[in-house]
């Protein structure tokens, strides 16, 4: 690809997605003070159109905002890697990432069902290509499995959409709503079955254990670039859907209250403990990230099903927290592998001394996954822990608990790695050696266009967990307007 040509993909990718910025921040600052923001595709409202609505409110609003800061600073961090992963394919690559963060905005701000469904694709179809598009054979058999699982996951919910159609003759989210509580359906079985099925299937998009096998692979062998950018959001995005359909299609009532919080509160426990004891059996860092981004997927559907307003702000707060912890350390790894050559645990040998920078905003990204203050983390743990206290769920705070002292375990081990360096047994990691990825260079830090998306990425971290209070502000706000999560049970 011609030099003139990337420049421009460049500039495209970094334009759009600061934009796009711009507008998610403007549209909260207006959502917060004035309300919800309604849109009419083509201004066609129904029935003389289509009647697709987009809907702004408080909730996805932080959510939206979350997608466009990863977006952008990721798009800075490719700058590099994109010529050196997917050599001669970087316009195919900004034309995926960016109809990927398309995907992922429109989901979260469309009030359709339908409409939900195909952005849910446009999302998913995007992160297939990005995934397959580096050079290694296993992850284009990673992207190849994801598919697999990824179309599973939407047939389950698209033909809980379709019992929805048949049911209520609405597509609408609001609509729906409405027409279930007013019209008695909240007891028939096919509004049962549509429920069962739509929430399958996002529990598939957000690999909840154990549908999560497709998740590993893909981010582990996925370039350095898609990997920065869906590992914060994908699963992330996909718990928004979640608690999107549970308060607006089918009302907080209905779809806390069937008995089935006490199930899917135990099915979350086991998902934090086995992504938490999975990742303890790593040889591997980035792999490790991956089966813990499986554990917090436990958090958050755990938060949810606890079934009060604690355990739902909790939840929502973990969204946008997740999405900046997973965006720090997933960036910290791609700098690592870049500059050592490798992703063992053995290429941190003594990177304190050699990559100071690098390693300050790994702290940061380690010390929040653990839970300590005054990271986001930490606060995040404490909104889920109250949650699940006045539901009288200990099961739940003992499972975050232990989460949290493996996660300690395991990030005080490569810290020690990094300060003390690797002990014999560790250096015989393949490729090992003081060399960056060139084979000859000596490990040093990597360009200021990767270092600086990551400190920013750190202080997001900070910023998110020093204005923890004002952030659970707006998300309580935001819950109020959904009945029974809207008070404390």
């Known amino acids: 690809m011609q030099a003139g040509s990337l420049r421009l993909c460049l500039k495209l990718a970094l334009g759009a997605t600061a934009f796009s910025l711009w507008c998610g921040v403007s549209l909260l600052i207006q959502v917060a003070g004035d309300g919800p923001v309604e849109y009419f595709l083509g201004n066609w409202r129904e029935p003389f159109g289509v009647g697709i609505q987009f809907r702004i409110d408080l909730l996805n609003a932080l959510v939206l905002v979350a997608i466009s800061s990863v977006a952008f600073l990721t798009a800075i961090y490719s700058t590099r890697l994109v010529r050196e992963e997917t050599r001669g394919k970087e316009a195919l690559f900004y034309s995926l990432y960016l109809l990927q963060v398309t995907g992922l905005s429109g989901m979260t701000i469309t009030a359709d069902a339908f409409n939900l469904f195909v952005l849910l694709e446009v999302a998913s179809l995007t992160g297939y290509g990005l995934i397959a598009m580096g050079a290694s054979r296993r992850g284009t058999l990673a992207a190849f499995n994801y598919v697999i699982m990824g179309t599973i996951g939407a047939s389950f919910y698209l033909i809980g959409v379709g019992y929805l159609y048949i049911k209520t003759g609405a597509l609408n989210m609001i ?28 529990w598939i998009k957000m690999a909840f254990f154990p549908l999560y096998g497709w998740l590993p692979n893909a981010y582990t062998y996925s370039p350095s670039s898609t990997g920065a950018l869906i590992a914060p959001l994908t699963t992330k995005v996909s718990v928004y859907v979640m608690i999107r359909i549970l308060l607006s299609v089918f009302g907080a009532d209905y779809a806390l209250r069937r008995r089935t919080g006490g199930v899917v509160v135990w099915l979350a426990v086991i998902a934090i403990l086995a992504g938490s004891i999975l990742a303890l059996a790593q040889t591997e860092f980035k792999r490790m990230l991956c089966y813990l981004i499986v554990a917090e997927v436990g958090y958050m559907v755990g938060g949810v099903w606890l079934e009060n307003r604690m355990g739902v702000l909790g939840a929502v707060y973990h969204i946008v927290s997740d999405a900046a912890m997973t965006l720090c350390l997933f960036l910290a790894a791609g700098i690592i592998i870049r500059q050592t050559g490798g992703y063992g645990y053995a290429k941190f040998d003594r990177l304190f001394r050699r990559m100071p920078v690098t390693m300050a905003a790994f702290c940061v990204g380690a010390f929040s996954m653990i839970g300590i203050p005054p990271t986001c983390g ?5 909104y889920l822990i109250q949650g699940a206290i006045e539901a009288g769920r200990w099961e739940y705070v003992a499972a975050l608990l232990i989460s949290s002292l493996i996660n300690a375990i395991l990030f005080f081990k490569v810290i020690e790695i990094a300060f003390f360096g690797a002990k014999p047994a560790e250096g015989h990691d393949h490729g090992h050696g003081d060399h960056g990825h060139g084979g000859g260079e000596k490990i040093v830090e990597a360009p200021g266009s990767m270092l600086f998306p990551l400190l920013c990425a750190a202080a997001l971290i900070l910023f998110i967990g020093i204005f923890n209070t004002q952030i659970a502000d707006l998300i309580g706000r935001a819950l109020d307007a959904f009945p029974v999560v809207g008070t404390a049970k």
Do not use: C, N, Y
Not at 184 to 192: N, T, V
Not at 378 to 382: D, L, Q, V
């Open 378 to 382: 930490f606060f995040s743990k404490w």
């Open 175 to 202: 609509e729906i709503r409405a027409i279930i509580a007013e019209s008695g359906l909240a007891s028939d079985r096919m509004i049962h079955v549509a429920f069962i099925l739509m929430t399958i299937g996002v």
